[in-house]
């Protein structure tokens, strides 16, 4: 089905015109980044890069993923506890990644200890995209699962607004009215509120863990703004500040600055650029707590794609192990047989460091015969259909590519003890990129906003 506005994506004049609307229209509705030049600072702002026009997805498809997220919640929540499962999937990836292998010696540390924590605290995203096969028709498959740091909750829950006002602006009214109203920044609010609760303190706050130089602040700051509107304070902190001015009591209770902390937010932490022997031990400190920990090291090390793909045999997607034998030598074998059918992945979060085309074909050509391919994961690729639309960036003109789009969908739950007190899908994220760029998400500044018209 072709959208009703098609027509205008040929239309170059009313293109520009109809796009410094839509912008204007951003900007006012908080779509917002902070400048590349001035990370640090709100001082200089910019819009977000977002599509003119949403994106047609398939009802069914929108559905199907909503459909499933509690249950990945649920998932989630259960391989962390299973620190069996964890350990057996983990043993060749922490010999060679030595990231991994960092938090898994945290984890193990947490749990000779003793876990302190008795609330439990899930904000996931599950990634997706759309599957075309030969006869035209569309199917879900699964990317993966994000458990720490899933990111643009709060400007997705703004850009419906902007995407209704270009339609409206073109006296497309009843198109309009379709684009799915998206608020999963209060979602994972609640989810924060509820642990804070759970916690049982009134003067204790929630910890963000947050990055020194952090363009998507305005993303971060529609959760804060959630939770201050029910009363609960958060401080953000970098983890310098919480391994000079952290500690913790005879019961394990966490003070940062003095201050109690219930629940803590990881908004930094994801990737090994973001550590160093400070961070390390902030890290630990954080973990041996009591504070509700979003995520705990268990739930983080449950999001890896190790693990992921050890919970897809069988699966929708097929996930090749990267492990010595005969199954990693067949799966090396046909992707470099056929290079462009497969993806190359390491156990790394945040965008942009995935190896494709002949990229991927001189890694495995290192790797094969190696046993650092154990911190790799080989992976189908996905083939999506290409669709035109026109991509709106801060300092470029607008302009129509063929592009490709990724759902994601947002879960919350909360467990005190054993008890699971909430567990909920909260919104969605649609992202589209033009096909050329191979990998990457909107803050690594290759994929754009977006919302799904539903057809």
């Known amino acids: 089905m072709a959208a009703s ?29 902070r400048s590349a030049q001035n990370p640090s600072s709100s001082d200089v702002v910019t819009f977000a890069p977002f599509t003119l026009f949403p994106s047609l997805v398939p009802s069914a498809l929108l559905e199907q993923a909503y459909a499933v997220q509690m249950d990945f919640n649920m998932l989630v929540d259960a391989v962390s506890q299973n620190s069996t499962f964890l350990e057996q999937t983990l043993s060749s990836t922490i010999k060679k990644d030595d990231y991994t292998a960092r938090l898994f010696d945290i984890y193990k540390q947490v749990l000779k200890e003793g876990i302190a924590q008795t609330v439990f605290l899930g904000l996931n995203r599950s990634d997706y995209m759309f599957q075309c096969s030969a006869d035209g028709s569309t199917a879900l498959k699964q990317i ?84 201050l509107d029910r009363n609960i304070h958060v401080i953000r902190r970098r983890f310098e500040d919480v391994s000079e001015r952290g500690s913790l009591d005879q019961n394990r209770r966490l003070f940062v600055d003095g201050q109690e902390v219930a629940v803590v937010y990881f908004r930094d ?24 920990k979003c995520p705990d090291i268990a739930t983080q090390l449950a999001g890896t794609k190790k693990v992921q793909q050890e919970l897809s045999r069988p699966g929708l997607l097929e996930m090749c192990s990267q492990a010595s034998g005969e199954e990693g030598d067949r799966a090396i074998a046909e992707a470099l047989a056929a290079p462009s059918h497969f993806v190359l992945k390491p156990q790394r979060e945040g965008g942009g460091n ?30 999506p259909k290409p669709f035109g639309s026109c991509l709106l960036r801060p300092g470029s003109p607008a302009r129509v590519v063929q592009c490709i789009s990724e759902l994601g969908i947002f879960g919350v739950y909360v467990r005190q003890g054993t008890t699971l ?34 057809v």
Not at 18 to 23: E, F, G, N, S
Not at 363 to 369: S, T, W
């Open 144 to 227: 993966e699962i994000n458990t720490i740091s899933a990111s643009f909750a709060g400007l997705a829950s703004r850009t419906p607004a902007v995407h209704r006002h270009v339609l409206n602006v073109l006296q497309k009214t009843k198109e309009a009215a379709k684009i799915l109203s998206n608020n999963p920044s209060k979602g994972l609010a609640l989810g924060i509120a509820k642990a804070w609760e759970l916690y049982g303190s009134d003067n204790a706050v929630v910890l963000l863990i947050a990055q020194e130089k952090e363009r998507n602040i305005f993303d971060q700051r529609a959760i804060e703004n959630e939770l």
């Open 269 to 292: 932490g994801y990737m090994p650029s973001q550590y160093n022997p400070q961070n390390w031990e902030a890290r630990l400190l954080l973990e041996r707590s009591c504070a509700a």
């Open 5 to 33: 506005w098609g027509s205008i994506l040929q239309d170059e004049k009313q293109l520009e015109e109809l796009a410094q609307q839509a912008i204007d229209r951003a900007l006012a509705e908080g779509v917002l980044l």
């Open 354 to 383: 995935n190896l494709y085309g002949e990229e991927m074909v001189q890694a495995l050509e290192q790797l094969k015969d190696s046993e650092e391919r154990a911190s790799y994961i080989l992976m189908e690729k996905i083939e």
């Open 421 to 454: 007190v909430m567990n909920k899908h909260v919104g969605h994220l649609l992202r589209t990129k033009a096909i050329e760029h191979a990998d990457g998400g909107v803050a690594a500044g290759v994929a754009v906003l977006d919302n799904p018209y539903p």
